[in-house]
Nanobody, 124 residues
């Protein structure tokens, strides 16, 4: 079955960096689109970034553009989220997600598979 396992979260000071990983298994990767979402306490889950597994085309939310970068390693079946210049507003649980349709990358309802999430806390 499809499995998405996130890792790499933790506590970091403002201005610092973290790299999240999402190890994927159980599906035909070349047909899928992978994404990162995040959910802060009391807020809705929001889109962060997405990438096409087949060609690596990516998209980032305006709030993280220039600070976060999504990438994938085909040989390791893993998607990454490099997060730089973190600030306290980035504090949230970060989720990896997967879908096999090419439309509506930013819409969380489009994603069928989800990981368990990893906590990222940025202190000021």
């Amino acid at each position: 079955q499809v499995q998405l396992v996130e890792s790499g979260g933790g506590l970091v000071q403002a201005g610092g960096s973290l790299r999240l990983s999402c190890a994927a298994s159980g599906f035909t990767f070349r047909n899928y689109f992978m994404a990162w979402f995040r959910q802060a306490p009391g807020k809705e889950r929001e889109f962060v970034a997405a990438i096409s597994w087949s060609d690596g085309v990516s998209r980032h939310a305006d709030s993280v553009e220039g600070r976060f970068t999504i990438s994938r390693d085909i040989t390791k079946n893993t998607v990454y989220l490099q997060m730089n210049s973190l600030n306290p507003e980035d504090t949230a649980v970060y989720y990896c997600a997967a879908k096999n349709s090419p439309t509506k990358w930013t819409n969380r309802e489009e994603y069928r598979y989800w990981g368990q999430g990893t906590q990222v806390t940025v202190s000021s």
